[in-house]
């Protein structure tokens, strides 16, 4: 029985990290081959006590989705699927239409995965941490810098 239980242990420790490995690997591919997107921000609560020095983000986008006297326009949206975006001037995005599947998508438009929350939908990274110190130099931020893959998947990579 000893033999069989750290088998099984090293065969789950192996599957974990090959896991965390896939996990990195494709984020990673993301960064270096996805397309650039910038989603303008709206305020957001700059601090926090116990995570250091870091930018909540909130984008204008996905909040023209929720607004007060909307509520069945909010309901009709599915709980998970994908933002479609169109690409302006200097990469900066337009949320077109919410969808639950990759298609239909036009030449032209991107996607982007979102989840709808309580109150809002979640495209992209909510917060960014910078080094303690740095706020200054993110306080101004206008845009959330944000890489997509052709799957919807995105990483961000930076504010400006």
Do not use: C
């Amino acid at each position: 029985m000893k033999t069989y239980s750290k088998i099984l242990i090293l065969l789950n420790l192996a599957f974990v990290l090959a896991y965390f490995v896939y996990a990195i690997r494709q984020k990673e591919n993301i960064l270096h081959n996805g397309k650039l997107v910038k989603l303008e921000l709206a305020p957001a609560d700059p601090r926090s006590l116990m995570q250091g020095d870091y930018m909540a983000l909130n984008y204008k986008e996905a909040n023209k989705f929720f607004r007060f006297g909307q509520k069945k326009r909010y309901d009709s949206i599915p709980a998970r699927g994908y933002a479609v975006l169109s690409l302006h001037e200097n990469q900066v995005a337009t949320i077109l239409r919410l969808q639950k599947d990759k298609t239909p998508l036009s030449p032209g438009e991107t996607l982007m995965e979102f989840n709808k929350n309580r109150f809002s939908i979640s495209i992209g990274a909510e917060s960014f941490f910078f080094q303690e110190g740095k706020s200054k130099q993110y306080e101004h931020a206008k845009y959330g810098l944000i890489r997509v893959d052709e799957a919807g998947r995105s990483v961000l990579v930076g504010v400006e």
